[in-house]
């Protein structure tokens, strides 16, 4: 790889991330402007961000989900570049990604925004086929033309303009802080989740989808798919390490299955527990209309035409 510095501003988002930051951002030496927008940390995350490289730019803002601070970064932060990458703190960049990522920016062709995908690291190996790989996200964007929203627990991009992939993946160390950070963090995102599950069940399907080309129309139909499928625990589990083959991946995959039945097993019941808050809201509504009608009954007949009590007089 050439030593001279990608004409690329990289965006990496933190919340007490200092077990991460220091390797995250040392492994960037290759681009020339990274930032760091942090949602407060209470822990050393920004002293370790300006040890690992001391020309970071760090900025704060509180985090309400990923759609919204992504967007906060791009209309904040003041990238010194036309093209931006996206980066948690647990991401790695490995020679080969970085040099696609290189070879993109200066070819960009008509292209507005990329593709990326990620290799999911567990137990110290790549763990392949549990985690549905290749699994797209689009982080790596020509400024102005792209924006974010809200997704479940993540976001999905907003842009008019032609996208593209590339191939080259980069690691994804989600168990970085252990198993019991990963699960603390999974119960937050199948809260996050069941509102999605929902919007995407009262979507149109359209199965025909599934033969599309583009790997992400098809795994947006996969998504409305497994959100009108019912034991979604034992589905996912079937799913990812039968039929995608996760048994190969060895201990870890099987572990890694069972974390993501588990994830599954907390979804299905958050869902039970909402469909019966608004049964029990729909029933009581009735019951405050019913009641409401009932008075509204009594007073007209204990009223006169003229306003005043049809009772008689003492």
Partial sequence: ???????LSVIILTGNEERNIAECVADLDWADDVI????????????EARRARPDVRIFQNP????????????????????????LDADERCPPAFAEAIRRTVAAPGEKVGFFLCYR????GQWIKRSTFFPSWQLRLLKQGEVRYRKEGHGQRELTDGPLGFIQEPYDHYGFSKGVADWIARHNQYSTDEVELILRLAS???????????DPVVRRRCLKRIAARIPLRPMTRFLYSYIVRGGFLDGLAGWHYCLLRASHEIHVQAKLVECARQQESQRTAGAADRFKD?????????????LGESSKSPP
């Fill in 36 to 47: 760091v927008v942090d949602s407060y940390s209470t822990d050393a995350t920004l002293e």
């Fill in 293 to 305: 009608a009932g008075v509204d009954r009594l007073r007209e007949s204990q009223a006169s035409p």
């Fill in 63 to 86: 985090f309400e989900d990923f759609g919204q601070q992504r967007n906060w970064a791009l209309d904040e932060t003041g990238p010194r570049h036309g093209w931006i990458l996206f």
């Fill in 203 to 213: 979507e149109p399907l359209q199965v025909t989808d599934l033969l599309r080309r």
């Fill in 120 to 123: 999911n690291m567990f137990l």
């Fill in 1 to 7: 790889m050439s030593g001279t510095k990608c004409p």
